[in-house]
């Protein structure tokens, strides 16, 4: 269970990854503040920036379906650099469930618009 | 800080900002404010939100998206719209947040940038704006003039609601005033829905924790500031954390999404630094309480269900897994499940204010909503909070087929074998088990 | 507040509509109907915003009302113009003489569902995510998926001939429609196919003509109903991402790929060295990749389990038979999936001095050779870097190369370089360099025998001046056919430079 308390929420000071990418959560990049001077940035409490990365991964995997029952991959790590930088969220990887919405049509009216289906 | 983040409904002074001489500077000022949110959606223009957007889906009118929306503030900047021709387009929303969350801007590079799209409170901007400049609906209008004479929702409708029977709900069961842990009890289910409430009540009672009530129970502030009512909202929050302080809490419970959204988003807003409150989120407690064995389940509940994800827990606040959890412990229960990422695009349409103005939207949006579930062969859908309950109550009742909606803590005391009492609609309905 | 009507239209129209649709919540002459059916997410002169608006918006329902709508607009000489999603790339819904925009999102049934003879028969307004969610529990799909697939509607896909990631198994929305009902600028409604019945794949009967009427950009007129394929759902998804030093080496490896044979093959992507550069600005996968990493191959498969992890195999070995990295299961896996979401975020703009700014963004799509990839990159580059230069407001994010033939991934490919550009900053002068810096481009891709535009549509000024160029000796034919079809110009008028088509210019 998490608690709210609005000092837990500060995201903690970041740390300098490349010249124009720091990191303040594990495993998530930010852009260097030093570059937003112009645009501005927003008050990002902590349990925003979980928010959205979870979703993010959520979404990429429920998109998969779309096309496909299964994710097929060819088993292996990234070639270009040690697995433990390759991609920040490590956790992530594999397959999941895929979305499972009975569907509908984009009916006007109750069951009068239901598409006919032939089988 | 950019982007209204704080100026938002901080800094209003006494008055009510009213534009006497008609010459559009609050307009101004609002444009400049909000311009920068504006061109992060304008400059793409993009539209992932269009079909996760739940009023999108029912009216197919493009003046209703999220883009409009903040297309709409350029528009103002260039001189081609005002407020007055715009207002009843902010009208169609329901806050539900999926847009704002399926935005590549949020979702893709929000965190990265700590920018993101915040359409909900563009929204709740331009609703302020339009109550500021004579462009208010009747309808919230009449509905925010009834809060602030009484200090919680008109959810009864014709009969008033009141202090004096703002605790009624949690008759016989001595639960005391005040306390360390304070449990917040939200308008629709002290009036309405109270058998969700003394569920929950008699869950924690069940478990050994120990909480109280308010001294004065008024409105959290949220839907007052959802319609843009920005001085009642935030009168209402200072009087509740006078009330907080005033008996020694520390803790706040809130049960209802809706709460806890606005304790966790627009009080620290409000008081900055000056917020000592943990806010503690209702069912993720219950599930914590469940899963340590201080509430057993021990009566099946031979039902075959489905969840609705409530807007204001999953697409908001990224709570999905555990309602889910806790739906999963209730014994005998055959559970149906329709993805998180999917029920971003699904919604009850009972935020936002938007029953009290356009009430034909929202029962279409919660006739589709229970039309899906039924399309799972369900007995029953679950959802998780009383403002969804509802409108999908009265879809479910009316559909063809007629299909029980309840409350995941309704379900769950049930389990637990707690005899809940209050009513679920009113309480001029006999009451259900 | 108001904007004057820019077309014939007037209070008297205005009532007319009302009669013909019976409902005034879907007649709206109001401004904010109006301005928010202008602009497309193409770069827009925001400044000027009042001039591109339509004058009148119509939410139809039915073919019938379209039908009366068009017939009206040709009677009294009202431009018309046809919106689905919105979310084209090339100016193909923005009106550029005012007049009534058909915005077809309340047409967005499924009519019927075949599984006998494979079709689904869908209104314009539909979105093919909405509409796969619907199909999915029936183990078919309908497999146009472009960029936009969570947004653009099935109207707009027919309205501009789309692409698709997966055109190169699957085929674009040409093939993937069967056949369609069009109002057509006279007012009347047909049913154009390939011949024969409305689910009929292909015949020789008349003439065919559903190619002309998949790709005209509105031109010729408006989809009122589309019956599609029904694709088998595939079984398995197969995605791979293949690192490389050079450009070059990735290009030779993408001929491999392409040329490869391989049935299952559904689409593949050269990212060359800008992108890759413009990708470790804020993309978590590319951030961290060493500076080897220069330009980066993708491919994707789909199909029966059986056929695709064996073709897997081969993939893998030909992604690194010229020392091609893997960048590993993560990044294949969830790069391939956000396919969909990376390319329109604002922020993605940096100014000359590096700040992060918001850019609108525009996609070239061109379609050129595989042999003339590597120069023609070069070339375009130089263009945007000039521009860049002298007026700060563009900014270089990247090219990529897409298979672009329908079932034949050998074949040509979808060249796109995209553009950032700092539109709160555009001013006349600044959108003049945009429309040369456009025309530029495209002037690049004609010598290099390539088509201005694979998909989008050569519907906005930089594109739409250079079509009868392009066309060559079919320009004739395709006057003809304009104005034969549409005697008074009324549909989507200017677009694609077929006022030509009219004796006097085509400006009534």
Known sequence: MSVFRLGDQVPPDPKRITDAVVMRFDHVYEVDPALMELTGQQDVPAWDTKRIVDSRWDHLDWMHDHFADEVLLAGEGSETMPEEDAMPSEERSGVREGPSDPGMPGVEEPAVDRPDVRE | ?433 | MSVAFKSGIDDAVVEELRAIIGDDGRVLPNMSSRVNRTRVPAPFPVHRWGEYMPDVVILPRTAEEVSEVVGLANRLRIPVVPRAGGTGLSDGAVALRGGILVDVKLMNLIHEIDLVDRTVTVGPGINMLKLNEELKRHGVFYPDDPASYPCSLVGGRIGTGGWSLIGGRFGHTRENVVSLQVVLPTGEIVRIGEGGGRKLRKSSTGFNLKQLFTGHQGTLGICTEATLELAPRPEVEFAAFFAFEDYRTAWETTGDLTRSGLATLAGVVLFDEWKIAYLRRDDEAYIPQPASVKAVVAVAMYGTRAEVEPASKVVMKLGRGRGGRYLGDEISAGDWASRHDRYATPLHGRSKDGQAVMMSWHCEDAALNYSVLPQVREEWHAIVAGFREEYGIFDDWGMFAYTNGPYKPWGDYLVEIDVGIWEQRLNDENWDAWVRCKRDISLVTLKYGGSITACHGATREGDAELVPAEMGSSWEVVKRIKRALDPNNIMNPGKQSLDQAYEDGGVA
Not at chain 2, 127 to 132: E, I, K, P, S, Y
Not at chain 2, 376 to 399: F, H, K, M, T, Y
């Open chain 2, 1 to 433: 800080m950019q982007d209204g983040d704080q100026k938002y409904g901080l800094d209003r002074g006494g008055g009510d900002g009213y534009d006497p001489n008609g010459d559009g500077e609050l307009q101004r000022q609002f444009v400049e404010q909000w311009r920068t949110n504006a061109y992060g959606c304008f400059s793409s223009g993009h539209k992932f939100c269009r079909e996760v957007c739940p009023v999108m889906q029912v009216t197919r009118n493009e003046n209703h998206t999220p883009t409009a929306f903040h297309a709409n503030i350029v528009a103002m900047e260039q001189g081609l719209v005002d407020v007055a021709d715009v207002a009843d387009d902010y009208v169609h929303c329901t806050q539900c947040g999926a847009c704002e969350l399926r935005c590549p801007n949020t979702l893709f590079t929000g965190d990265f940038y700590r920018h993101r799209t915040r359409t909900v409170d563009v929204v709740k901007a331009m609703r302020a704006l339009m109550v500021d400049t004579g462009n208010e609906r009747e309808g919230w209008k009449v509905w925010n003039e009834r809060l602030a004479e009484r200090h919680n929702e008109p959810v009864l409708g014709d009969v008033p609601v009141s202090q004096e029977h703002v605790a009624d709900w949690a008759d016989g069961l001595d639960i005391p005033i005040g306390g360390e842990t304070i449990l917040f009890v939200d308008c629709e289910a002290a009036f309405y829905r109270t058998s969700y409430t003394r569920a929950f009540a008699q869950l924690l009672q069940k478990a050994g924790v120990e909480f109280g009530l308010m001294r004065e129970q008024w409105c959290c502030g949220g839907p007052a500031a959802e319609m843009g009512y920005v001085e009642l909202a935030r009168k209402h929050a200072d009087h509740n954390v006078a009330d907080w302080r005033a008996v020694g809490a520390k803790r706040i419970i809130a049960p209802d999404p809706h709460d806890y959204i606005a304790f966790t988003e627009d009080y620290p807003r409000y008081y900055g630094d000056d917020y000592e409150f943990e806010i503690v989120l209702g069912v993720e407690l219950i599930n914590d309480l469940v899963k340590q064995g201080r509430i057993r389940l021990t009566e099946p509940v031979e039902r075959v269900v489905t969840y609705h994800d409530p807007c204001r827990l999953n697409k908001r606040k990224g709570v999905h897994a555990a309602p889910r959890e806790l739906l999963r412990a209730v014994p005998g229960i055959e559970f149906k499940d329709v993805d998180h990422v999917t029920q971003w695009s699904y919604c009850s349409g009972g935020g936002g204010g938007l029953p009290v103005e356009k009430p034909e939207i929202t029962e279409e949006i919660s006739r589709r909503r229970v039309a899906r579930a039924q399309q799972l062969e369900v007995d029953a859908l679950i959802s998780a909070c009383p403002w969804s309950e509802r409108p999908l109550s009265q879809a479910g009742a009316s559909a063809d087929e007629p299909l029980e909606v309840l409350d995941l803590f309704e379900l769950v005391a049930r389990a637990a074998g707690i005899e809940v009492g209050g009513h679920a609609q009113g309480p001029v309905q006999e009451a259900r088990p």
